[in-house]
C-alpha cells in the first residue's frame, strides 16, 4: 500500500495505526513520540533545531559548533533485534550489520520512554 495524500507525520500514524510497514524512521520517531508517548513538541534536530524533544538529533559528541564537513557515519554497524519483534521475524537472526549514511540518528534518551 502506498500513501500518497497527508503530511509525513498523519502517513506514519496511519501505517502505524492500521499496522502497516513504514519505511522513515525520522518521521515514525517524531509521530510515534508526538500522538503515543504525549510529547506534542517531539521533533528532530535536523527538522527543528530547538525542540525540547529531539527523538532523531546529532551523532553523539556533535552539537552545532562541531564542523559538518566529513562527519557522517558511514559503513554498517552492528544492530541487535529485539526477540518477538517483527523486525525479528523478517531477518530470523539476533544481529545485523545496517548501513548508515547520516549525521543524524535516534537519540537514546528518548529509548525508554518509546519503548514503554
Known amino acids: 500500500m502506498v500513501i500518497r495524500k497527508g503530511s509525513s ?3 506514519a500514524q496511519y501505517a502505524r495505526e492500521h499496522d ?3 519505511l ?3 518521521v515514525a520517531v517524531i509521530e510515534f513520540a508526538h ?3 504525549g510529547l506534542p ?3 528532530s ?3 527543528a533545531p530547538n525542540s525540547p524533544h529531539k527523538g532523531i538529533d546529532f551523532l553523539p559528541d ?3 559548533t562541531v564542523s559538518k564537513s566529513g562527519t557522517l557515519r558511514l559503513s ?3 544492530c541487535s533485534i529485539a526477540e518477538g519483534t517483527v523486525m525479528r521475524r523478517c531477518y530470523g537472526v539476533e544481529e545485523i550489520r545496517e548501513r548508515h549514511r547520516h549525521r543524524y540518528e535516534f537519540n537514546n534518551d528518548y529509548r525508554a520512554p518509546l519503548e514503554e
Open 9 to 11: 507525520r498523519a502517513k
Open 20 to 22: 502497516i510497514s513504514y
Open 24 to 26: 522513515g524512521m525520522q
Open 35 to 37: 500522538h503515543v508517548c
Open 41 to 43: 513538541d517531539a521533533s
Open 45 to 47: 534536530g535536523e527538522l
Open 62 to 64: 556533535q552539537d552545532e
Open 76 to 78: 554498517a554497524y552492528p
